[in-house]
């Protein structure tokens, strides 16, 4: 099984800091990933998949890149709203796997 | 809009079983593939199996394997985890979604539904 790593676990930060989040995969994946951004009792919520490519509804300060086994997702100016848990997730040959999470304090 | 609502939930013993249910409305449900993934309490997510839009094809995490169904009526627009042979570590807040791109990634998911396995 692919396995996927975030880092860091924790990220302190401040509302308009531009914040990053890496996601690597133990194999290539090419751009088979997609993040999701998920606050306490609520669901996920998609936020980029193959990549790079923004869910619709999702603010353009979200954005994604990265190809192969290293991808990262930016946040530009963080928003009050942003602060919440990330995950990525890969996709490989009808095996679904999520990174262990990036939670996103409030410096 | 795109709704998915899940049921079925609860107290279970160890070695008990029980079903969830999911009902999908806002989207032609027959034409979506779907997935049942779980969070257990304070830990990370985890996708533990998958349907394709007919229901003839399925696969499961290793961890449910052989003790977990998978299956969906697209008349009723639901789907349908069986769970049996429960054990602790089953406990978890189970979410249905939906497969985006095909089946590559989740764009809608359920509210979730806490299974306890305990006795």
């Known amino acids: 099984d692919i396995q996927m790593t975030q880092s860091p676990s924790t990220l302190s930060a401040s509302v308009g800091d531009r914040v990053t989040i890496t996601c690597r995969a133990s194999q290539s994946i090419s751009s088979w990933l997609a993040w999701y951004q998920q606050k306490p009792g609520k669901a996920p919520k998609l936020l980029i998949y193959?990549?790079?490519s923004l869910e619709s509804g999702v603010p353009s300060r979200f954005s994604g890149s990265g190809t192969g086994t290293e991808f990262t997702l930016t946040i530009s100016s963080l928003q009050p709203d942003d602060f919440a848990t990330y995950y990525c997730q890969q996709y490989n040959s009808f095996s679904w796997t999520f990174g262990q999470g990036t939670k996103v304090e409030i410096k | 809009q795109v709704q998915l609502v899940e049921s079925g939930g609860g107290l279970v013993k160890p070695g008990g079983s029980l079903r969830l249910s999911c009902v999908a409305s806002?989207?032609?449900?027959?034409?979506?593939?779907m997935s049942w993934i779980r969070q257990a309490p304070g830990k990370g997510l985890e996708w533990i199996s998958y349907?394709?839009?007919?229901?003839?094809?399925?696969y499961y995490a290793d961890s449910v394997k052989g003790r977990f169904t998978i299956s969906r009526d697209n008349a009723k627009k639901s789907l349908y985890l069986q769970m049996s042979s429960l054990r602790a570590d089953d406990t978890a807040v189970y979410y249905c979604?939906?497969?985006?791109?095909?089946?590559?990634?989740?764009?809608?998911w359920g509210q979730g539904n806490l299974v306890t396995v305990s006795s």
């Open positions: 193959k990549a790079s």
């Open positions: 349907i394709s839009t007919g229901g003839s094809t399925t």
């Open positions: 979604a939906r497969g985006g791109g095909g089946f590559v990634w989740f764009d809608s």
């Open positions: 806002g989207f032609i449900f027959s034409d979506y593939y």
